[in-house]
């Protein structure tokens, strides 16, 4: 079965900076994807950053973009120019695209705090 | 384009008692899943729906189940509750097939068993 581990249960960040979230998963399987989720405190979970794991080439969307390494089994997101409105609970999550369940395997989740 | 909606948004019920939880799936969207959030830890996943079938399931007792209706919206039923099922349950909804794998998930309802 597949893993997936945050291994820093909190990170701080001044406004502006950059910040990494770490996460590590756990599998057999050569094709997968890795996502990134945000929960803020109005607890919806938010699609970050998806990445295929056949793409050798690391996922971007505006600030957020990724270091996947895939024979190490990290996935770590990087925050650029940090906002307030970043603050929130970020999980890391697996999903195999074998069988017919799309369920997603997530870590325990990371509490980023943004300090103005 | 409407997104994921869930109702009700809280809901505080005794032990031994019987849950139903609904969902809305986005517009466009014919499968969903449902997952369960407990404080301080991520979501694990309970099952999901396809064409108004279980298609997949996690490591829930069976007194957690569910149904899903023509128009792709979704149940999530409960019975017996136990202390252990507070929890945030979270429904993410996705089209399959699709080559994005992508969910979207909804507001949840925070349940709480006393």
């Known amino acids: 079965a597949q893993t997936v581990t945050q291994s820093q249960p909190e990170m701080s960040v001044q406004e502006a900076e950059t910040v990494t979230l770490s996460c590590t998963y756990d599998?057999?399987?050569?094709?997968?994807?890795l996502f990134w989720y945000k929960q803020p405190p109005s607890r919806q979970m938010i699609l970050v950053i998806r990445?295929?794991?056949?793409?050798?080439q690391n996922a971007t969307e505006n600030r957020f973009s990724v270091n996947f390494q895939k024979a190490a089994k990290s996935f770590s997101l990087k925050i650029s120019d940090s906002q307030l409105g970043d603050a929130a609970m970020y999980f890391c999550?697996?999903?195999?695209?074998?069988?017919?369940?799309?369920?997603?395997?997530f870590g325990k989740g990371m509490k980023l705090t943004v300090n103005p | 384009e409407t997104g994921v909606t869930q109702s009700p948004t809280h809901l505080i019920k005794t032990r031994g008692q019987q849950v139903t939880l609904r969902c809305s799936s986005q517009?466009?969207?014919?499968?969903v899943s449902w997952y369960q959030q407990a404080l301080g830890q991520g979501p694990q996943f309970i099952f999901q729906?396809?064409?108004?079938?279980?298609?997949g399931r996690g490591n829930f007792p069976p007194r957690f189940s569910g149904l899903q209706f023509p128009n792709y919206s979704s149940e999530l039923n409960v019975n017996a509750l136990e202390l252990d099922d507070s929890a945030l349950y979270l429904c993410?909804?996705?089209?399959?097939?699709?080559?994005?794998?992508?969910?979207?998930f909804g507001p949840g309802t925070r349940l709480t068993v006393t």
């Open positions: 990445q295929e794991a056949y793409k050798q």
């Open positions: 729906y396809y064409r108004e079938e279980e298609n």
């Open positions: 999550a697996y999903r195999s695209p074998q069988g017919g369940s799309e369920k997603l395997v």
């Open positions: 599998t057999s399987e050569s094709d997968y994807y």
């Open positions: 517009s466009g969207h014919n499968t």
């Open positions: 993410a909804s996705s089209i399959t097939p699709t080559g994005s794998y992508e969910q979207y």
